[in-house]
């Protein structure tokens, strides 16, 4: 491979639907594969198959959709882990399968009741096994991080003289500090006598703030892939940030010498899809993808921009996929206007139904706002494909009194399995008194965890989307609804969130093992 370039891997499918609540049905994980793949990320790790049939499904369904970039699978190691993965990974152009062991003290005792020797035997049978059924086959050492290097020397030689061919190091649980990171790495290359004949590969946790940092710091050491997720999503505090790793090597390539082959104008695009189907909000001072991260408010900022940008901006907006030209449609647009802006969003329809189904919402919306902006135009797409669910429940009728000094009163009529069914509730507020009113009907017994409102853009018209999330015997899901009225759109959200909650199933974890 070419050393000057640094392979992106990324888990958003896979470590970032780990984040709780942040599970993805198979057509939204459809949705961000095509996204990434127009990207031009070099791997996607589309889920775990064994986890479930619906994770199985998911990683055979993006294996047989994506053609330009590599699509992985996750494996304990253990045989059915193993096959479970290669199954799924039939169907893919060019696949991985990417098989773990942890290989910390803590980890091999207290989780694997494992002795190191077994630990080694263990994950060299999983290489060998990954190798006969496809060529390409990466090998983690779970929890590197808080493993001793000798051992850590020991079984990586072991697995590439098994065939493994990219070996990742993570800092599973964050607790890696950068110098010590890329030293760490730096030592692993220096001592390992085949080490030249795999690709060595991080996956940094931001614990404690570090991700990124590890990982830079791990790159320069002579790390070649960087495993990170959009918006570094993922579980607990999350993983490193794809958008801040591939802007910083382009950014200060004058000083790293790196690149990547990401195509970075659709960052802010596919930030805003994870986004939205996750229910995770971006916050407004995120890097490269916030609200902020190129607004300016000081005055000697202004000042300086407008003279010449690069006084206070190490890179340029449209880069990353922010664009000054907001205003692009509006009711007298056509189907061709629509489709060409969504394809420059990197937002592309799996069938012709569901093109049809947003034009539709489009036309709609046009005739309620004036002005249609690109966010508007991304939270359109989420409520298409939340529509695109089976509707158990569906929302008939809705009237909402709210008046000042009075207990807000909501009548309301859904349509449950075909049959409908009417009720009046009263609530804390208009919001309330309509949950209510739907669960005086679902009986869901669901637990409301999150309800979040956030406005698309600005003006009193603006489209506002709402995310619900349900929780019910160890299942979470997140419903989303967007409209000009907060009022319908957190109707929507809510049975939205019903719908799924009927039609989810329970995801095992990945890290569970019980070898």
């Known amino acids: 491979m070419n050393s000057d370039r640094v392979i992106i891997f990324d888990t958003t499918l896979r470590d970032g639907e780990q984040s709780p609540g942040a599970s993805m049905t198979r057509e939204e994980k459809l949705r961000i594969a095509r996204a990434l793949e127009m990207m031009k990320v070099d791997i996607i790790e589309a889920g775990f198959p064994i986890a479930s049939p619906g994770d199985f499904d998911s990683v055979k369904a993006v294996a047989g959709l994506v053609k330009n970039s590599t699509v992985c699978g996750l494996a304990r190691a253990l045989d ?6 290669g199954e ?29 020797e077994q630990v080694i035997e263990q994950a060299v049978h999983a290489v060998k096994r990954a190798r006969n059924l496809i060529d390409d086959v990466e090998f983690s050492c779970e929890d590197a991080g808080r493993s001793d290097i000798d051992f850590l020397c020991r079984i990586i030689e072991a697995a590439i003289d098994a065939g493994a061919r990219t070996i990742n190091i993570p800092d599973t649980v964050g607790y890696a500090i950068p110098h010590q990171f890329g030293a760490t790495v730096a030592e692993l290359l220096q001592r390992i006598p085949n080490a030249d ?16 940092a590890n990982s830079l710091s791990a790159v320069v050491q002579g790390a070649r892939q960087v495993e990170c997720t959009i918006n570094g999503l993922g579980e607990r505090a999350g993983n490193a940030s794809l958008e801040e790793i591939v802007m ?32 995770f909000p971006v916050q407004p001072n995120k890097a490269i993808v916030g609200a902020n991260a190129f607004a300016h408010e000081s005055g000697i900022h202004q000042d300086g921009v407008l003279k010449h940008r690069e006084t206070y901006e190490i890179m340029s907006a449209e880069s990353v996929g922010w664009t000054t030209n907001k205003m692009v449609l509006g009711k007298h647009s056509g189907r061709a206007a629509f489709k060409s802006r969504l394809k420059e969003l990197g937002i592309d329809f799996g069938t012709e139904s569901e093109m049809n189904n947003a034009f539709a919402r489009f036309k709609e919306l046009a005739d309620k706002k004036h002005e249609i902006f690109d966010e508007d135009l991304q939270a359109l797409v989420s409520d298409t494909s939340a529509s695109e669910i089976p509707e158990f429940y569906k929302l008939v009728y809705s ?3 709210s008046r000042t000094g009075e207990t807000p009163v909501a009548k309301l009529t859904l349509s449950v399995n075909g049959q409908e069914h009417s009720v009046e509730c009263a609530g804390d507020g208009p919001v309330d008194a309509v949950f209510k009113a739907i ?3 679902a009986d869901s017994q669901a637990t409301l965890s999150l309800y979040s409102v956030n406005a698309i853009t600005r003006g009193t018209d603006s489209l506002g989307e709402v995310t619900v999330r349900l929780e019910k015997g160890g299942r979470i899901v997140n419903g989303s609804g967007a409209d000009t009225d907060i009022i319908v759109a957190s109707e929507k959200a809510y049975i939205n969130a019903l719908n799924l909650l009927l039609g989810s199933t329970e995801r095992a974890h990945p890290q569970i093992a019980d070898v």
């Open 399 to 401: 009237e909402v009194c």
């Open 197 to 212: 004949k795999a690709v060595f590969s991080v996956h940094c946790h931001n614990d404690l703030g570090l991700a990124v």
């Open 80 to 85: 059915a882990d193993i096959d479970r993965a």
């Open 248 to 279: 910083a090597l382009r950014t200060r390539k004058d000083l790293l010498l790196l690149e990547t082959n990401i195509d970075t104008r659709h960052i802010v695009s596919i930030s805003k899809l994870v986004s939205g189907i996750t229910g």
């Open 88 to 116: 799924a990974l039939q169907p893919a152009a060019s696949g991985r399968i990417h098989t773990f062991i942890a290989t910390s003290p803590i980890h091999m005792e207290h989780k694997l009741r494992m002795q190191p």
């Open 439 to 441: 669960e005086e009907i």
